[in-house]
Structure formats: C-alpha cells, structure tokens
C-alpha cells in the first residue's frame, strides 16, 4: 500500500514538473494550466476519482504558502498602505459574504441565508499565488501588487471566520451578531499573539543557538506548521498566526541568518512553494469528475453552471465597486491617504478587482462541508455549493487569469511619476553603500590603504565605481539613458556573463583549480544575472 501511494506521488510531482514546462512553452500561467490539465486528465475514461482531504490542504499545503507569502511581503509596504488592505481583507470579504448570501436566497431554489454565508464565505478571498503567477512579468505599478500582497495575507483568516460561523449556523440554526463580531476579534487577535509568540521562540533559536545553514532551513520549513497548528489547537485563526509570524521573522532576516543561510533558505523554499502550488491546482482539476458526480439529478449541471457564472460576475462587481468607492472616500476624507495612493489610477484599480481568482481555499472550505449535519440529518445541498465553488474558481481563475495580460495590455496603465525607476533606485542604492564603504575606509584603516597594495587596489576600486555610479545617476536624471539603450547594454552584459561561465566550464578539467572555486565563481556570475533578469 505504501509503495503504491508512493509511485502515486512521485507520478503525480514528475506530471506536475512536465505541464509546468509545457505551460510555459505555450505561454500559460501555471496556475491556469494545471487546471486545465487536472480537467482533461480527470474526465480520462478509467481514471480514478480523486478525492482532496480538505485537512490536508490546511495542514500540509496551507501553512508553508502563507509563510512564504508572508516572508516575501514587504512590511514597509504592508504598513503603508495598511488602511486599504484592511478594506480589502477584512471589509471586501464581509460585503462579499453579504452579497453572495442575500443574491443566493434571491436566485437559488433551496437556498437559506446562512447557506449563503456558507457560500460566501467559501468563495470570497482571492488567491494570491494565481494572481502573483499571472501577473508575474507584467507591468504593473508598485501599489498594485503591493495591495494584492496585502489583501492575500489577510483574507483568507477573514473569510474562513465566515465561513466557520455560517457553518455553525446552518448545524445549530442560531447565529447572534454581537457573539459572532466579538468571536471574529478574538480569534484573529488571539492567532496574531501565538504567531509572534512562536515567531520569538524561533528567533531565539536561530538568534542565540549555534546553527547551521541546513539546520536554519529546517527551521524555517517547521516554524509555520508549530504556528498554524498551536493556533487551531486554542481555536484560533491559524492563518493570522502564520502571517504575523512570518513578517516578524522576515522583518529580522538580516540578524537570524547568515548569508550562506539566506541563499540555502531561499533555493530549497522556491523549490518547495513550487511543487506545494503545482500540485494543489492540478489537484483542482482532477476533483472536479467526483464533484459532478456528486451533483445529483435534483440540479442539472446547468443550472449549477448558471448559478455559477451568476455568483462571479457578481463578486466581481462588488469587488469593483467597493474598490472605487473605498478609495474615493478614504481619499476625500483623508489628505495623506490621497497623497499616498497618487498613483492608483483607476487603471490600477480596474486590474485589482480583475486580478481577484479564486482558488485552493477557496476548494478546501468547500469539500470540508460535512456530509452529515448529525447522524440523521445530511448537510443541506452539499454537492450543489461544491459544484457552485469550483465553477466559481474556473471562471476566476482560468477565464480571468487568461485574459488579464490582455487586459493590462489594453489598459496601458500609466507609470507612476512620482517614483524612481528600479535602476535609478538600484544605482541609488549602490552609491550609498559604496560610498559609506569609503567613509569607512578613510576613517578606519587610513594607514593599510596606503601601505597595503591590495587595500589601495579595493580603495581604487570603489572610487571608480562611485564616479560610475554618479554618471549612471546623473544619465537617467537627465534623460540620457532610453529603453532600447538599457536593453542593450543588459543583453550585452548577459552575453559576456555567458562567456564567463563558459570558460569557468572549460577550466573545470584544469587541474590547476579546484571545484569549489569555480562553483562559487559560477554562484557569483549567477546573482550578477539574477540581478539583471530581475529587473528586466
């Protein structure tokens, strides 16, 4: 049995691997073709059905991503525009959940309120991971994704709290507003304290116990599972404890880890939140078979179709809506948020709301419905809100997800001028440090930059580069430097970094210079075109 499930595994991550590389050879996001994918291949005549253990999606899937969301989060950004991330995250859902439950009772037959908070609650938080893959290589302002960041974090513990307390509601047939208002605080809250509880715990292991790059890596793989489950176990928001977890610990990165820890860490997490992602939205796809199933002769598939399309044109408005009417008051009330927000156009708000795709939470919340309410009793159209929630998710994320590069396109977003370029801000930042570099040398070691040859070559070095650096400033203030000459001088610099690391493969077989040399000569000339691929 175990060797089975096993090979089961391993075809399974081997598939994913393969469509991810087809995908990209056609130029789909992976998140959509997986879906696709997981579609096709589960409507293969002979194909078991595939069913998803919602608690392993929570437990296994969900805690590393959001810790990952989490640790690459700019905080300074977070707290910035933490006023319309809130509106989004925690006051979208709300509307959202509203929306959906009064439009459901209105149009679906059988339908009560607290189904249609169920619903609601389901469907509400968009997915991050699909928007972010989507959008990954688009031009895009700043704000956009710092917002859409934001949002991901915290909308998931928003909407889950729905969802449990329409849950509860439709088991018990009791809901109270002020209790449920009063609960939504104090699971939230109380996840926030226990992630930064355990966020200090582990700070203080990497900070104070004598560690190793593979030991930290470890760590950082068990922090989110101790935050997510110690949560959940005092009833909790396990979600709440992830996040702010993980931007303490990202905001103290520099003084836990080591550099030689930060690159480890960084390779063998990319690696990780790829495969936890690839394997999740194929998964979507290959449930879908069982969940027609299902479906039952009482709601044809049409009809459930309908209802589906129906229920995502309108969290779309309403996620539109709210978006322009948000920032027009926030902004009519509040100078500073009006400042602050200058370059949100209506542009970049139009491709807010169109980025909203549902997606694995979205699926998880819906298949841990239970199937029976008590022994007696079966939980109230059941397949019908699954069925409803993974249309939702198609026409979200593959309708949706397809054409926002389209969209974007068309709406020819305007550069925000206020800011500085990303190499005006890089050649800023460059000069600084060379700078104090200098300022450190002058004032420190003053007698072995004269006296030491290879001090006076480094002293050199970096006067050099800072007048390189002050010409390359003073280019771009001037509007010396245009797009095609960047492009140029970068695919000229990639070309000559190829060469360089075709001659560090040909001295390999020199004897005269050792592997490890050479492999940190090829790391080098890796980061140095990390840093211009990036960027491009």
Same mark, same amino acid.
């Given at each position: 049995?175990?060797?089975?499930?096993?090979?089961?595994?391993?075809?399974?991550? #081997?598939?994913?691997?393969?469509?991810?590389?087809?995908?990209?050879?056609?130029?789909?996001?992976?998140?959509? @073709?997986?879906?696709?994918?997981?579609?096709?291949?589960?409507?293969?005549?002979?194909?078991?059905?595939?069913?998803?253990?919602?608690?392993?999606?929570?437990?296994?899937?969900?805690?590393?991503?959001?810790?990952?969301?989490?640790?690459?989060?700019?905080?300074?950004?977070?707290?910035?525009?933490? /006023?319309?991330?809130?509106?989004?995250?925690?006051?979208?859902?709300?509307?959202?959940?509203?929306?959906?439950?009064?439009?459901?009772?209105?149009?679906?037959?059988?339908?009560?309120?607290? #189904?249609?908070?169920?619903?609601?609650?389901?469907?509400?938080?968009?997915? %991050?991971?699909?928007?972010?893959?989507?959008?990954?290589?688009?031009?895009?302002?700043?704000?956009?994704?710092?917002?859409?960041?934001?949002?991901?974090?915290?909308?998931? %513990?928003?909407?889950?709290?729905?969802?449990?307390? %329409?849950?509860?509601?439709?088991?018990?047939?009791?809901?109270?507003?002020?209790?449920?208002?009063?609960?939504?605080?104090?699971?939230?809250?109380?996840?926030?304290?226990?992630?930064?509880?355990?966020?200090?715990?582990?700070?203080?292991?990497?900070?104070?116990?004598?560690?190793?790059?593979?030991?930290?890596?470890?760590?950082?793989? #068990?922090?989110?599972?101790?935050?997510?489950?110690?949560? &959940?176990?005092?009833?909790?928001?396990?979600?709440?404890?992830?996040?702010? /977890?993980?931007?303490?610990?990202?905001?103290?990165?520099?003084?836990?880890?080591?550099?030689?820890?930060?690159?480890?860490?960084?390779?063998?997490?990319? %690696?990780?939140?790829?495969?936890?992602?690839?394997?999740?939205?194929?998964?979507?796809?290959?449930?879908?078979?069982?969940?027609?199933?299902?479906?039952?002769? &009482?709601?044809?598939?049409? $009809?459930?179709?309908?209802?589906?399309?129906?229920?995502?044109?309108?969290?779309?408005?309403?996620?539109?809506?709210?978006?322009?009417?948000?920032?027009?008051?926030?902004? !009519?009330?509040? *100078?500073?948020?009006?400042?602050?927000?200058?370059?949100?156009?209506?542009?970049?708000?139009?491709?807010?709301?169109?980025?909203?795709?549902?997606?694995?939470?979205?699926?998880?919340?819906?298949?841990?419905?239970?199937?029976?309410?008590?022994?007696?009793?079966?939980?109230?159209?059941? $397949?019908?809100?699954? !069925?409803?929630?993974?249309?939702?998710?198609?026409?979200?994320?593959?309708?949706?997800?397809?054409?926002?590069?389209? @969209?974007?396109?068309?709406?020819?977003?305007?550069?925000?001028?206020?800011?500085?370029?990303?190499?005006?801000?890089?050649?800023?930042? *460059?000069?600084?440090?060379?700078?104090?570099?200098?300022?450190?040398?002058?004032?420190?070691?003053?007698?072995?930059?004269?006296?030491?040859?290879?001090?006076?070559?480094?002293?050199?070095?970096?006067?050099?580069?800072?007048?390189?650096?002050?010409?390359?400033? *003073?280019?771009?203030?001037?509007?010396?430097?245009?797009? =095609?000459?960047? =492009?140029?001088?970068? &695919?000229?610099?990639?070309?000559?970094?190829?060469?360089?690391?075709?001659?560090?493969?040909?001295? *390999?077989?020199?004897?005269?210079?050792?592997?490890?040399?050479?492999?940190? &000569?090829?790391?080098?000339?890796?980061?140095?075109?990390?840093?211009?691929?990036?960027?491009?």
């Amino acid at each position: 049995m175990l060797h089975d499930n096993l090979i089961l595994i391993l075809v399974l991550l #081997l598939g994913v691997t393969l469509l991810v590389m087809v995908g990209q050879k056609l130029k789909i996001s992976y998140p959509i @073709f997986l879906v696709l994918a997981g579609l096709l291949i589960g409507f293969i005549p002979g194909m078991p059905p595939i069913k998803i253990d919602p608690d392993i999606v929570f437990l296994l899937f969900l805690p590393p991503l959001l810790y990952e969301a989490a640790w690459f989060t700019s905080w300074k950004d977070f707290y910035e525009y933490k /006023g319309a991330i809130f509106l989004t995250a925690v006051g979208l859902v709300f509307i959202t959940s509203v929306a959906v439950a009064y439009a459901s009772v209105a149009f679906i037959p059988g339908f009560t309120l607290a #189904l249609g908070f169920l619903l609601g609650g389901i469907i509400s938080p968009p997915d %991050a991971v699909a928007a972010a893959a989507v959008l990954k290589g688009l031009k895009i302002p700043k704000t956009v994704s710092a917002l859409l960041e934001g949002e991901s974090l915290v909308n998931d %513990a928003s909407s889950l709290i729905v969802f449990k307390f %329409a849950l509860a509601t439709v088991a018990t047939g009791s809901f109270i507003l002020q209790d449920a208002a009063v609960s939504f605080v104090s699971v939230a809250g109380l996840g926030i304290v226990i992630g930064l509880a355990i966020g200090g715990i582990f700070y203080a292991i990497h900070r104070w116990l004598p560690t190793t790059e593979n030991i930290d890596t470890v760590l950082t793989l #068990l922090t989110p599972y101790f935050m997510y489950i110690v949560a &959940e176990h005092f009833e909790a928001s396990g979600v709440m404890a992830v996040v702010s /977890g993980g931007l303490l610990l990202s905001s103290q990165s520099h003084i836990i880890l080591t550099s030689n820890s930060r690159i480890k860490t960084v390779s063998v997490w990319s %690696a990780l939140i790829f495969m936890l992602n690839g394997v999740v939205f194929i998964l979507i796809g290959l449930a879908l078979p069982d969940i027609v199933n299902g479906l039952g002769p &009482e709601y044809p598939i049409s $009809n459930g179709i309908a209802y589906g399309v129906g229920i995502s044109i309108l969290a779309f408005v309403v996620r539109l809506l709210w978006l322009f009417s948000t920032s027009k008051i926030t902004g !009519f009330f509040n *100078k500073k948020t009006r400042i602050r927000y200058q370059d949100l156009t209506w542009h970049s708000l139009l491709v807010i709301a169109y980025a909203g795709m549902r997606g694995v939470v979205s699926l998880a919340a819906a298949l841990s419905i239970p199937v029976m309410i008590s022994e007696q009793i079966p939980f109230p159209l059941r $397949n019908l809100i699954l !069925f409803i929630t993974f249309v939702v998710i198609f026409v979200t994320l593959v309708v949706q997800g397809l054409t926002l590069p389209l @969209f974007i396109k068309f709406l020819k977003i305007p550069e925000a001028k206020h800011k500085l370029s990303e190499q005006e801000q890089v050649s800023q930042i *460059k000069l600084k440090l060379i700078d104090l570099s200098l300022d450190k040398l002058q004032a420190d070691y003053q007698y072995q930059c004269t006296h030491n040859e290879l001090m006076v070559n480094l002293k050199a070095e970096l006067q050099h580069s800072l007048v390189e650096r002050k010409d390359t400033l *003073k280019a771009y203030k001037n509007g010396e430097i245009d797009k =095609k000459d960047l =492009k140029a001088y970068n &695919e000229i610099v990639l070309d000559l970094i190829q060469v360089q690391r075709d001659e560090l493969h040909h001295l *390999k077989s020199n004897k005269n210079y050792d592997d490890d040399i050479i492999r940190k &000569e090829e790391w080098r000339l890796d980061l140095e075109e990390l840093s211009i691929t990036s960027s491009g």
